[in-house]
C-alpha cells in the first residue's frame, strides 16, 4: 500500500541571476527540514539568497494555507525541502563596446527557482536511535592482470640477508687480485 505525499511549491521566473549561481545556495538547503533551510538561507552571503528565502516562506504558506483548505492534518515542524530547482530562463543577448568600432557580444542569463516542500512519513523515522558497531575492513588485497585479486604477501626478509656468503667472497678476493695487479704494474713503471 503506497502512502501518498502531499507536495506543496512555490515559483520566482525571470531572477536576473545564472542558474549556476542560483544552485549554489539551493543546493545548501536541499533534503533540510524547513526551519533549518530557512536560517540557512536567512544566513548565505548570495545576492540570491534573500529571494530563496523569501520563496520558500512562500512554499511553506501555500503548504498552510491548502492544509486548510483541504482540511489535512498538516504538521509544519515536519516539513522538509524535497526539491529545489534553478532552470535556464530566456537568455538577453546583449552587445559590449570593442576596440576599432568593434562590438562584443555576452548573455545575460536568466533563471526560473522552484521549491518544493513535503511532509516526511512517519515523524521522527529520519532520526539514528542506535549505534551499531562497524564491521572490520577486509584485508587488503593486490590486483593482479587477469582481474582476480589475491591477498598481498608480505617480505619475509630484507635483500640483503638472502645473499649467500660465497659469492660475497669471491667478489672480495676478485677485487683484491685486481687491486694488486693495478699495484704491481705500477712499481714496474
Do not use: C, W
Not at 520566482?12 to 549554489?24: C, D, I
Not at 570593442?98 to 542569463?109: D, E, H, K, T
Not at 669471491?170 to 713503471?189: L, N, R, V
Request: proline share 6%; hydrophobic share 35%.
Amino acid at each position: 500500500m503506497a502512502v501518498e505525499t502531499r507536495e506543496y511549491r512555490a515559483s520566482a521566473r525571470f531572477q536576473h541571476v545564472s542558474p549556476q549561481k542560483a544552485r549554489l545556495v539551493l543546493d545548501l538547503i536541499k533534503g533540510r527540514g524547513v526551519q533549518e533551510a530557512l536560517d540557512t538561507a536567512a544566513f548565505t552571503k548570495k545576492r540570491i539568497a534573500p529571494v530563496i528565502h523569501k520563496l520558500l516562506s512562500s512554499a511553506i504558506d501555500n503548504a498552510k494555507y491548502v492544509a486548510g483548505e483541504q482540511g489535512i492534518d498538516l504538521d509544519v515542524d515536519n516539513l522538509y525541502v524535497k526539491q529545489a530547482l534553478a532552470n535556464d530562463g530566456p537568455r538577453m543577448k546583449r552587445i559590449r563596446p570593442a576596440p576599432m568600432g568593434r562590438a562584443y557580444r555576452y548573455q545575460r542569463r536568466l533563471t526560473h527557482i522552484v521549491v518544493s516542500v513535503a511532509e516526511r512519513n512517519g515523524g521522527t523515522s529520519h532520526l539514528v536511535t542506535k549505534v551499531e558497531e562497524p564491521e572490520p575492513a577486509p584485508k587488503a588485497t593486490k590486483a593482479i592482470k587477469g582481474g582476480v585479486a589475491k591477498p598481498s604477501a608480505k617480505k619475509a626478509a630484507p635483500a640483503e640477508e638472502k645473499k649467500p656468503a660465497a659469492k660475497t667472497a669471491a667478489k672480495k678476493s676478485a677485487h683484491e687480485t685486481t687491486h694488486k695487479k693495478t699495484a704491481a704494474k705500477k712499481k714496474a713503471e
